[in-house]
């Protein structure tokens, strides 16, 4: 059995692009992808005065007045792109301490009527007033196209890092163009002992997501096969990624998407910001009839690695809908509001006793 981990690997992109080091990042990353789950990556090609752009307008963002956070309430918007007041979402049962704007890369809707409703779920992002916040939009839509081009060169180096050829995934996303997601995300102090939950254990449902720490705090724990909770604390220059279920259930779980969660900082503490990019799939990819075939050394790791303890929720939807459905279906739960206004017979199946108090994030 492969030893367990106790610590997230560092992997330096930078050993990629070299062809006398990029064996090694390949092990290191076949490593990280097979035992983990989760990696921090160093010397991206992300430009670290675009990062400190970026985290200088998170807490200004949320100092927006309450008058342009409600014109900017995801209720608004059929994608489910906007802002969500604090407390708004359940994960296991308990309010998630976190508020939070959601927003993407910039497709418009190509949804008509009698398509699948799934296909409404892709389209323009709200975004706040220029006056209130000069250069946001610039900025955020910048960064997020630089992740996903950047995210694309990961999963290129994931298939090589599982022996498949670079372009093993491409037929997984939209020839046009993908919609990815982002969000920022503000997790404040608690103002008593009663909960610490910034967000509940939970998988990612897509390919990759790569985290931003935009503050100091401690707060994301990575769950190892034995059901420990292991720190990932920010560290400078760097982000974190990790696996969704979509990458485990077509690499026929050789990949591990791993349990994780955010503690709220500590009582008396300034808030925790983190920004998660969420690289998505072709909305109507039936992800478990694509499985890839696995080269039979490969899916040796996978045997070795022996049983998962994980405290979270897992996306069996995969095997039978369409990927934008599992989505959509994720993002009415999360937000039952939005659904009421923008999907209402999805609304009626999931809350059939009318609007809960809280969405059901996991």
Known sequence: MATNFSSIPILDFSLSSNPETKPLFLAELRNALTNVGFYYLKNHPIPQAEIDAIIAYVPRFFDLP???????????????????????????GKVDQREQYDFGTSLQSKWQPGDPEYLKLWGPSQWPEEHLLPGFRAAFASYIDG????????????????????DAFAHFFEQD??????????????????????????????????LLQASPHRGLQVQNRSGQWIDAPPTPGTFVVNIGKALETVTQGVAIATSHRVLSPEKGSTPRYSIPFFQMVSQGTVIGRQVLDMP?????????????????????????????????????????????RHYPELFNKFFPDGLPTHGLAY
């Not at 404040?188 to 939950?197: E, F, G, I, K, L």
């Open 66 to 92: 309450d008058a342009e956070k409600e014109r900017l309430r995801m209720v608004h918007s059929p994608h489910f792109f906007g802002y969500s007041r604090f407390g708004a979402e359940l994960t296991k």
């Open 147 to 166: 992740l996903q081009k950047l995210s694309y060169r990961l999963l290129s180096l994931v298939a090589e890092a599982l022996e498949l050829p670079p």
């Open 177 to 210: 163009g993908n919609e990815d997601r982002a969000k920022i995300v503000k997790y404040p102090a608690p103002a008593d002992d009663s909960s610490d939950q910034g967000v509940g254990p939970h998988f990612d449902g897509g390919f990759l997501t790569l």
């Open 296 to 340: 039979p050394g490969i899916l040796k790791i996978k045997e070795a690695r022996g049983q998962v303890i994980a405290d979270s929720i897992n996306y069996s939807e995969y095997n039978e809908l369409p990927s934008g459905l599992v989505a959509l279906i994720g993002r009415v739960k999360s937000h039952p509001d939005v659904a009421e």
